[in-house]
Nanobody
Framework: QVQLVESGGGLVQAGGSLTLSCAAS????????MGWFRQAPGKEREFVAA????????YYADSVKGRFTISRDSAKNTVYLQMNSLKPEDTAVYYC??????????????WGQGTQVTVSS
């Protein structure tokens, strides 16, 4: 059974940083693409970032380019999202996702339960 568990969310002031982690279990994910999405109150879930199976290719939403960095540790089945220069509009529940397509630009086979990120102004 695939399970994705996010951690690292919390409350931070604007301009601050947070690092989210997502630990995957239930199978080996070294050949899976992994990614992050977010959903703000009253809005639809939106893509944030994705990383290919090798870690060699990354994709970012325009709204986070230059501020967020996605990375992965395949040995630990874990994907990370380093978030810098946070803005109040980054406030959302952040979800990780994995995809059996190793180069999926929008991973969406399996989802975690989410972790809350709140950025105060």
């Amino acid at each position: 059974q695939v399970q994705l568990v996010e951690s690292g969310g919390g409350l931070v002031q604007a301009g601050g940083s947070l690092t989210l982690s997502c630990a995957a279990s239930g199978r080996t994910f070294s050949n899976y693409a992994m990614g992050w999405f977010r959903q703000a109150p009253g809005k639809e879930r939106e893509f944030v970032a994705a990383i290919s199976w090798s870690g060699g290719t990354t994709y970012y939403a325009d709204s986070v380019k230059g501020r967020f960095t996605i990375s992965r540790d395949s040995a630990k089945n874990t994907v990370y999202l380093q978030m810098n220069s946070l803005k109040p509009e980054d406030t959302a529940v952040y979800y990780c996702a994995v995809d059996s397509n190793p180069i999926a630009t929008i991973p969406n086979d399996y989802w975690g339960q989410g972790t809350q990120v709140t950025v105060s102004s």
